[in-house]
């Protein structure tokens, strides 16, 4: 739009100069006082430089003070037209702006019905302020999410399934146990032992591959888990995994590519409903490899804070991974020996004072503690 903008007024510059040339009758409004003009014997860059000058006046309907008949026909009809091609550009102007705006303005709009229904209710002022800041921090996430299942609707499975391996693949990239394997050299000579297909996508991964400097054992071992990947999407507050439900509900190991999600463990005292937060997932981490690591139910429960979108690997998928990259089920293993929450401490503590279980190494402990049920009793119950 510019460069035609620009091109507009060289035409009339030009147009106007072929005109006031023909009788040189012209004055510029500088030269009035005097009568009379010496822009006709000036030098070209000083006439090409007038003329545009008198165009943008002309383009913006101005003045420019025609003498001879043609020159005031040639005007007019030089002002009808700018009159229509400004209409267009300040229309497409204020259409680019009102775009611009909309997504302010529709949020500006659902705040202000917030706050209309919350003084009709008589909400009390905290609370207000609670949603306030509720609505606020989740509005980007949630246009990003909306924006990305809409897109995801619109595209061909196949196309769909190109851009879920790419972001996938950035998520990954973003795992600090991921990058903890590679830098062991051993993980990646069994990494490039074994065979895999041609990947026929790998322009996907360029822009990664040169940010990263990633070997083609980091690309193959990233694009197989890549592969057994599928998008779910999660709104604030939603429950994804529930401490103490079986595996067999919810049959899946995830990864956060957006969003964040909250890690949450029953109080070690009371084994009440009550959950205490233990952590805070990112982009890039993972969850729920505990039931599939040592065949039990769901150790913690994790909820979304926010609009995520995760990645979701199944339980066949998983166990494939393991076989196919035995190393990353032992790195997995040392991780959650290293987890530190409340009850893990509690549970550990507790199993070592036990005398036969004093030199039992810890990735059995941490079997019997994840494998572990609670139950409650009353005063006087007959336990056995």
């Keep these: 739009m510019v460069f035609s903008l620009i091109l507009y007024i060289h035409v009339l510059a030009c147009l106007l100069w072929v005109f006031f040339k023909l009788e040189e009758t012209w004055i510029p409004a500088v030269d009035f006082i005097y009568a009379k003009t ?4 000036e030098d070209f860059a000083k006439q090409y430089l007038s003329m545009c000058y008198h165009a943008i006046m002309v383009f913006g309907l101005n003045e420019v003070a025609p003498r001879a008949v043609i020159e005031i026909v040639v005007i007019i009809v030089m002002m009808i037209i700018s009159a229509m091609v400004n209409a267009f550009i300040f229309g497409e102007m204020a259409v680019l702006v009102q775009e611009m705006d909309k997504k302010d303005i529709e949020f500006q709009e659902s705040l202000d019905n ?9 909400i009390p002022d905290r609370i207000q302020d609670d949603i306030r ?12 999410q909306n924006e990305m299942q809409e897109f995801m609707g619109s595209i061909s499975p196949s196309l769909k399934k190109k851009v879920e391996k790419y972001i996938f693949f950035v998520a990954i990239n973003q795992n600090s146990l991921m990058v903890k394997i590679l830098k062991n050299q051993n993980n990646l000579d069994q990494i490039n032992k074994l065979k895999y297909k041609k990947m026929n996508h790998m322009y996907l991964y360029n822009k990664i591959i040169k940010q990263k400097d990633l070997s083609i054992g980091a690309i193959n071992l990233f694009n197989f888990m890549v592969n057994t990947m599928t998008i779910r999407f999660e709104e604030p507050e939603s429950r994804i995994l529930k401490q103490n439900d079986n595996r067999s509900e919810n049959n899946f190991m995830f990864f956060i590519e957006r969003g964040e999600c909250i890690v949450q463990i029953n109080d070690k005292d009371k084994m009440r409903n009550k959950s205490k937060r233990v952590r805070t997932l990112y982009p890039g981490d993972y969850f729920g490899e ?18 995520t979108t995760l990645g979701k690997i199944s339980e066949k998928e998983i166990f494939n991974m393991f076989e196919r990259y035995p190393f990353l089920r032992d790195e997995l293993v040392k991780r959650t020996i290293r987890y530190d929450d409340d009850l893990k401490i509690f549970l550990e503590s507790a199993l070592k004072t036990i005398d036969y279980l004093h030199n039992v190494p810890e990735d059995t402990i941490n079997k019997i503690i994840f494998s572990m049920t609670f139950a409650k009793f009353d005063k006087g119950s007959k336990i056995f």
């Design 290 to 307: 505990i039931a599939f690591l040592y065949d039990s139910k769901r150790s913690t429960s994790v909820t979304s804070t926010n609009y």
């Design 38 to 41: 010496a822009l006709f014997e």
């Design 114 to 122: 917030a706050n209309t229904a919350m003084h009709s209710l008589e």
């Design 133 to 144: 800041e509720y609505l606020m921090s989740v509005n980007e996430y949630k246009t990003q």
